[in-house]
């Protein structure tokens, strides 16, 4: 795909080399040996020339290392991993800091198998992601389950927020399944990603907690059923934008739907600026003949759309503006959401956060005319909360997340433009610093009610004395001295203090005037 980079190959600006390897294998047993040894940060060659055999095996990927190969780099194909039987999956990756890049993966069946019986007994997967690895500049092809399966559910559920771009993904086609990408639980990325021959090229299970987000990708002409779906009952998000759609005709001849929405997305659909080859526009009627796109299963009545929204989508093959469909000129701006959570918290994302940007290595902001921060919002417009940027020059950039009640924290050195999307940034709860207030009536009785903002407790400090009738009530204190001071600990701020008479207030070790507390 000249210029755009597309499906990954000639061109992809993020290859690994020889040089970059801690380890280079071309044999089954030298790959196996290398997983044993290998530590987090280090990457695993597999030499451009090799074919490497994992039939009846399942592997799991190590934690934190690069499974790479030369695909693209000097016009190579990249080393070549297959299996030649049913493989239910190959190579499994549990961690978030997994890239599996420059690849072959080969399956047993390429293009359209119809099995005798149970299309799971012939199930074969090479790739399955359940933590939130980065799969890029691969070629996919010949599996009959899936090329990429993202997350898992029933009762050892897990979500996965993989990364799958640049990717070539093409003829995986059994009658039953046969997927490009499925989906099961996660919030995945698909971007610049080229589609083909594929039963489905996206599926997705379709219960709570599936969504997934699709972007500047290409569905080929050729397909089975659906080009990008979700299974009903809906699962929660869908996000299809800036794609474009060859697909028109099915391999069995009738009208092939590019897009299905099998249900009711509990949070939504959004099917914007795509562009489809087919030339029939449904408007308002969620299931119209011919329509490349359809939504049924679905629990409301009549023909209208139940919480799909499509907005700015072109149809017919002549060619749209640059904006809709995929990018024909490379990716010279970009758009970045970012996304902020609490340390520990993993089902929701932060408001109130104060994020921003910091050119890096030089990028050019000169032609970028947008605010350097941005609070993060919750908007019904993809998955949540968030804080966004658009028209961003494409470059590497550090993001950092501020918030009055947290630790601030940077992610660095974002590559942002034709392959960015960071995780979310975590910050951590700030821990408040415990302050000391110590009062005593010089001599004179007095009595004496503040409150805090924060914690309160009793304290020795000062050489107070801690007295039964000196009470704290949530954040009240209320007590009473003579000559012995009375100290507290607390945490926050003193939002109110009165006494009966003129006492002496002791704050962090300094004299204060108590009627300005």
């Not at 040894?37 to 990927?61: C, F, K, M, N, Q």
């Not at 089975?224 to 005709?249: A, C, K």
């Not at 340390?343 to 350097?372: C, F, N």
């Amino acid at each position: 795909m000249t210029g755009t980079e597309i499906g990954g190959g000639d061109g992809y600006d993020r290859t690994v080399s020889p040089a970059d390897a801690d380890v280079i294998v071309s044999t089954v047993d030298e790959l196996l040996e290398a997983f044993d040894d290998v530590s987090s940060g280090d990457v695993v060659y597999v030499d451009d020339d090799a074919e490497i055999d994992l039939t009846g095996r399942r592997i799991t990927v190590p934690a934190g290392i690069t499974l790479a190969s030369g695909r693209g780099r000097g016009g190579k194909n990249g080393g070549l991993i297959s299996c030649t039987q049913r493989t239910a999956r190959m190579l499994q990756i549990y961690d978030d800091d997994v890239r599996i890049t420059g690849l072959r993966f080969r399956g047993s069946e390429i293009g359209y198998y119809d099995p005798s019986g149970d299309v799971w007994d012939y199930n074969s997967l090479a790739l399955r992601a359940y933590g939130s690895c980065e799969i890029d500049n691969c070629e996919i092809y010949g599996w009959t389950h899936a090329g990429i399966g993202i997350g898992n559910v029933g009762e050892d559920a897990t979500s996965s927020d993989a990364h799958v771009h640049h990717c070539s993904i093409h003829d995986n086609m059994m009658s039953g399944l046969g997927y490009g990408v499925v989906i099961y639980r996660g919030e995945p990325l698909l971007e610049y990603n080229y589609f083909n021959g594929n039963r489905h090229s996206i599926a997705a299970d379709g219960t709570s907690g599936c969504s997934y987000e699709a972007r500047y990708n290409i569905q080929g002409p050729n397909g089975l059923v659906f080009g990008f779906e979700m299974h009903s009952p809906g699962g929660e998000r869908v996000d299809i934008h800036h794609n474009t759609f060859q697909y028109v005709e099915n391999r069995n001849g009738n009208v092939a739907r590019s897009v299905a929405i099998r249900g009711t997305p509990s949070e939504g659909a959004t099917i914007e600026d795509n562009w489809f080859y087919n030339a029939t526009d449904p408007g308002d009627n969620r299931y119209v003949d011919g329509s490349p796109v359809v939504q049924y299963d679905n629990d409301a009545g009549g023909d209208g759309w139940d919480n799909v929204l499509l907005s700015n989508n072109h149809f017919g093959e002549d060619e749209p503006a640059e904006d809709i469909g995929h990018p024909r000129n490379g990716p010279e701006r970009a758009q970045l959401r970012v996304y902020v959570r609490e340390a520990g918290v993993e089902t929701d994302y932060l408001e109130g956060a104060t994020v921003g940007i910091t050119p890096h290595d030089g990028t050019d902001m000169s032609r970028y005319d947008g605010s350097y921060l941005s609070s993060t919002r919750d908007e019904e417009d993809y998955f949540g909360t968030y804080a966004l940027f658009e028209g961003l020059p494409v470059g590497n950039y550090d993001i950092f997340a501020i918030h009055p009640e947290y630790e601030d924290n940077v992610y660095t050195d974002l590559e942002l433009g034709s392959s960015g999307r960071q995780p979310p940034i975590v910050l951590e709860p700030r821990e408040e610093p415990e302050q000391i207030i110590t009062i005593s009536g010089r001599g004179r009785f007095a009595r004496y009610e503040f409150t805090v903002s924060g914690t309160v407790e009793k304290s020795t400090a000062d050489g107070a004395t801690i007295n039964s009738y000196d009470s704290i009530d949530e954040s009240v204190v209320t007590g009473r001295t003579t000559n012995e001071p009375d100290s507290y600990e607390f945490t926050g701020e003193i939002t109110s203090f009165e006494a009966s008479s003129g006492v002496e207030v002791m704050l962090n070790g300094e004299r204060v005037d108590p009627s300005e507390l």
